[in-house]
């Protein structure tokens, strides 16, 4: 993330790597009188920030009641993950055609960083590691615009889902998936690429829907019995 010389754009910055490394979760109130504290800056920049936050979908606000970072819900991943899916399996077939000795050797060192990072539950670090795979491939394709939007969709899908919600089934799946996908980026195999890039998003667009729906039988229930 670059930084500009202006306040707002340091508030703007550091509120998402507060969102990335789970300083501020999904469901959680925001006072911006807390945060400019923290950011040991006034009030407005951090308004300012969180203004072009609620324009991207990663903050709201509600009248009188300040702002919120907002749960990603059954109805919205089903729609970021469609986007998701057509803007991928394009990036991945463009890739493959592109694909040079460098750029599947810096892809080989980031699926081995994401390999790396396990443990009991699945974590936000494990997904931004897979953003930075996928985020890769898309620089690979050489469009830009899509590279672009393909970032907004990860910061609007990862940024507000609770990792932890995430089975971890998903981690060895997810490096066969990406191995497989590398191979067809080697061989500049567009058709082949296109279709696993199809079969991994669409897997990860079920596991994630799944927590989410789980999260939302167990809310019920809670609020069945009380």
Request: aromatic letters at 6%.
């Amino acid at each position: 993330m670059k930084h500009s010389g202006t306040l707002a754009e340091r508030a703007y910055q550091q509120i998402k790597l507060m969102l990335l490394h789970d300083e501020l979760v999904a469901g959680q109130k925001l006072r911006y009188q807390d945060i400019a504290k923290k950011l040991s800056m006034s009030q407005t920049p951090v308004i300012l920030a969180l203004s072009r936050l609620e324009n991207e979908g990663l903050v709201c606000s509600e009248a009188n009641k300040g702002y919120a970072v907002p749960e990603l819900d059954l109805e919205e991943a089903r729609e970021l993950y469609e986007l998701r899916l057509l803007v991928e399996v394009f990036l991945a077939g463009k890739a493959a055609e592109r694909a040079d000795e460098q750029s599947l050797a810096d892809l080989r060192e980031l699926l081995q960083t994401h390999r790396s990072v396990r443990g009991e539950v699945y974590c936000r670090e494990r997904l931004w590691c897979d953003a930075r795979i996928h985020l890769a491939i898309a620089k690979m394709s050489g469009q830009k615009n899509g590279a672009i939007y393909l970032r907004q969709l990860f910061d609007r899908i990862y940024l507000r889902y609770r990792p932890e919600r995430l089975s971890t089934e998903r981690l060895s799946e997810a490096e066969e998936q990406h191995e497989e996908l590398f191979q067809a980026l080697a061989a500049n195999d567009a058709p082949a690429a296109g279709r696993i890039m199809k079969e991994h998003v669409g897997m990860g667009q079920k596991r994630m829907l799944k927590g989410i729906e789980q999260m939302v039988q167990e809310r019920n229930r809670v609020q069945l019995w009380a």
